[in-house]
């Protein structure tokens, strides 16, 4: 089965364990960049008017992503990213909309100081119909290739 670990990462942490994730599980590595990029400013949830604030009161929100993935060639892709309230960002939204996901397996991962997947994988599943979403896992930014590893051989 021929794997892709796709990812969005707003500080480097979701970075690193892709890249991790991908060397342990033998993946293709497709990292999802924003058309806009996020700075410091937008990425302040405190600011009820931050750029990140608004993406995430919008349940409609898309935010363009600057390259649409080629799944065509993969049974399993892992999306990954960090934690937003509570769910994955806007951006995998689009990311999933970008795609045809039919037939694929799409398995969540996050990383965060401590919020889990929250309704994460239900939304994943409702964005791309067609595909087999797992409920997923969170990882810290410290998850060992060992981990990552025995994990991803599940899929």
Not at 34 to 51: C, E
Not at 80 to 85: H, Q
Request: with cysteine; proline share 5%; charged share 25%.
């Amino acid at each position: 089965m021929k794997k892709l670990v796709a990812y969005f990462s707003a500080s480097g942490v979701t970075k690193a364990v892709a890249q991790k994730l991908a060397q342990a599980a033998n993946a293709d590595l497709f990292e999802i960049v924003p058309q806009q990029i996020y700075t410091n400013a937008d990425l302040n949830w405190r600011d009820k008017h931050s750029r990140s604030s608004v993406e995430m009161n919008d349940r409609a929100c898309r935010p363009a992503i600057a390259a649409a993935p080629d799944v065509s060639g993969y049974d399993v892709i892992f999306v990954g990213f960090p934690v937003w309230w509570y769910r994955e960002p806007s951006i995998i939204d689009t990311f999933l909309e970008s795609a045809d996901f039919t037939g694929k397996t799409v398995v969540p991962f996050c990383t965060s100081g401590g919020s889990g997947l929250g309704d994460a994988a239900k939304n994943m599943q409702a964005l791309s119909p067609g595909a087999k979403v797992y409920d997923g896992k969170r990882f810290s930014a410290c998850a060992s290739a060992d981990e990552l590893k025995k994990w991803a051989k599940r899929f």
